[in-house]
């Protein structure tokens, strides 16, 4: 195929510091290898797009590089019987977008295995609305109902992160469910945008921010969903009520974890990790087909703007300073 598509490349600079983004006219015979050649149609931005647009963090370390850690779209050609020619397909985690290139081209060639069909009822901008983030939060959803947490229990689920990505949708999953959610977040203004997405009430993320001064503070929270970690995910431990589940699944406050064993041992808090890159193929099934019941798509709709791919940059950098609500959607095809 001699087929031309546009397509944001990313190099560095000689001193392989900076990064230098770049739209550019690709043929498939640039593509790296992979089963199946898809025509992508929408992506989104994440926390780490914005990452590895600006050069942080370390996330490609090979370059050339097309950018974009999810996308959806339609089968154009396939060696793997699974996916034919027509078929509506979506890739989220495998580390596309980082170890291979990703989403923000209108054409990418993967492996079989990190495809999932589009569900019925979806469409391929609505997917991208949920995207990795929305499939993480289901993830988390599901990893608290596994553990027995459920609606009718009394308490509250906190939401951190909340006006992100993944707090928003997993905000409007957890209120559609039944629960009842507190949203954390730093920015007052968000306030009526949380409380519409289903949240009952909000905490400043202030409140969360510091490191416990003792091991175990008053029990408050029923579970979690918590895509900061640090502090703050040390925090909520010390909060959380006797067999409190936390699932945590981001790392923007980072890695360190200054908290002790004590809320582990004496309230029996459980702490599960979300890892949407490396799901198995029936679990991520199962949560795309639970997005599709489980997650309002009027909130979801009111919780999403959507930009041609030519307008990807300066949002990249606005992500990392909290300015991006809800989801933000590439329209790829548009260019």
Same mark, same amino acid.
């Given at each position: ?22 739209? %550019? ?12 050649? *898809? ?15 600006? !050069? ?8 050339? /590089? ?16 699974? $996916?034919?020619? &027509? ?46 983030? !929305? ?42 469910? &039944? ?16 409380? /519409? ?16 001064? =003792? ?13 900061? !970690? ?13 067999? #409190? ?22 309230? #029996?808090?459980?702490? +599960? ?7 198995? $193929?029936? =679990? ?16 979801? &709709? ?15 950098? %606005? +992500?990392?300073?909290? &300015? *991006? ?11």
């Amino acid at each position: 195929m001699s087929e031309k598509f546009r397509a944001l490349v990313l190099n560095t600079a000689e001193d392989g510091k900076e990064v230098l983004p770049e739209f %550019k006219d690709l043929s498939i015979n640039d593509l790296p290898e992979g089963d199946v050649l *898809v025509r992508v149609a929408h992506s989104t931005l994440n926390y780490k797009d914005g990452m590895i647009l600006n !050069g942080l963090g370390r996330l490609v370390r090979q370059y050339p /590089h097309v950018p974009g850690v999810d996308f959806a779209g339609e089968v154009v050609d396939s060696s793997d019987a699974r $996916y034919k020619a &027509g078929d509506k397909v979506i890739l989220t985690g495998w580390r596309v977008g980082e170890s291979h290139w990703g989403g923000y081209a209108q054409m990418a060639r993967v492996k079989a295995d990190w495809l999932v069909p589009l569900p019925d009822g979806l469409s391929t901008e609505q997917a991208m609305a949920i995207g990795t983030a !929305g499939f993480t939060s289901m993830l988390a959803v599901m990893a608290l109902e596994e553990q027995g947490v459920s609606p009718d229990q009394d308490g509250e689920i906190l939401v951190t992160g909340a006006a992100g990505g993944v707090g928003s949708v997993a905000i409007s999953i957890l209120s559609h469910l &039944g629960y009842r959610v507190v949203a954390s977040t730093g920015r007052p203004e968000n306030a009526d945008y949380l409380k /519409h997405l289903g949240a009952s009430d909000i905490v400043d993320r202030a409140a969360l921010a510091e490191a416990p001064n =003792r091991p175990l503070l008053s029990e408050r929270w029923l579970g979690a969903i918590d895509s900061v !970690g640090s502090t703050t995910l040390a925090h909520m431990l010390a909060e959380m009520k006797y067999h #409190g589940v936390v699932a945590a699944c981001g790392l923007a406050g980072g890695p360190d974890l200054p908290a002790t064993v004590i809320p582990f041992l004496l309230r #029996g808090v459980r702490l +599960i990790g979300i890892d949407s890159v490396l799901c198995p $193929y029936e =679990r991520r099934v199962r949560a795309w087909q639970r997005l599709v019941t489980d997650l309002p798509a009027k909130r979801l &709709g009111e919780a999403t703007e959507t930009v041609p791919l030519s307008a990807v940059l300066p949002y990249g950098e %606005k +992500i990392l300073k909290g &300015g *991006v609500r809800g989801r933000l959607v590439i329209d790829v095809a548009a260019g």
